[in-house]
C-alpha cells in the first residue's frame, strides 16, 4: 500500500509556472507506475500526465503537452509535474495517483488516462491561474 501527498499548488499569473510533489510512504514507491489528474469545479477529472515506474515513459493529452512534464525520483519517493506556460484554463485541484502492476505489454497510452486504472490517490493540491 501506498499514500500520496501533493504540494506546491498556489495561484500564479497566466503564462507562470508551478511545480506539484507527490511524496509517496512506503518502499516500493519504484513498483507504481503514477498519473497525475485535474479536476475543475463542476467538472470531470481529467488526465494530465502519466509515467512509468522506471520513468522512462511518458504519455500527455494535447491540452498539456508540451507545457508540461512529468518526473520521478524513485530514490526520494516524489514524483513532479512541471507546468510552464499555465492558462486560466489549467486552473483545477491536481491529484497525483498510482497504480501497482501496470501492464507492460499495453501502451501507457491507453491506460494511463483512465482514473479507473489507478489504485491510490492523494488529497489534491489547488491550482488557480489567474487572467
Known amino acids: 500500500q501506498v499514500q500520496l501527498v501533493e504540494s506546491g499548488g498556489g495561484v500564479v499569473q497566466a503564462g507562470g509556472s508551478l511545480r506539484l510533489s507527490c511524496a509517496a510512504s512506503?518502499?516500493?514507491?519504484?513498483?507504481?507506475?503514477i498519473g497525475w489528474f485535474r479536476q475543475a469545479t463542476g467538472k470531470e477529472r481529467e488526465f494530465v500526465a502519466a509515467?512509468?515506474?522506471?520513468?522512462?515513459?511518458?504519455y500527455y493529452p494535447d491540452s498539456v503537452r508540451g507545457r508540461f512534464t512529468i518526473s520521478r525520483d524513485n530514490a526520494k519517493n516524489t514524483a513532479y509535474l512541471q507546468m510552464n506556460s499555465l492558462k486560466p484554463e489549467d486552473t483545477a485541484v491536481y491529484y497525483c495517483?498510482?497504480?501497482?502492476?501496470?501492464?507492460?505489454?499495453?501502451?501507457?497510452?491507453?491506460?494511463?488516462?483512465?482514473?479507473?486504472?489507478?489504485?491510490?490517490w492523494g488529497q489534491g493540491t489547488q491550482v488557480t491561474v489567474s487572467s
Open positions: 495517483a498510482a497504480r501497482s502492476n501496470p501492464p507492460t505489454y499495453l501502451s501507457i497510452s491507453i491506460w494511463g488516462p483512465r482514473t479507473t486504472e489507478y489504485d491510490y
Open positions: 512506503g518502499r516500493t514507491f519504484s513498483s507504481y507506475s
Open positions: 509515467i512509468r515506474r522506471t520513468g522512462s515513459i511518458t
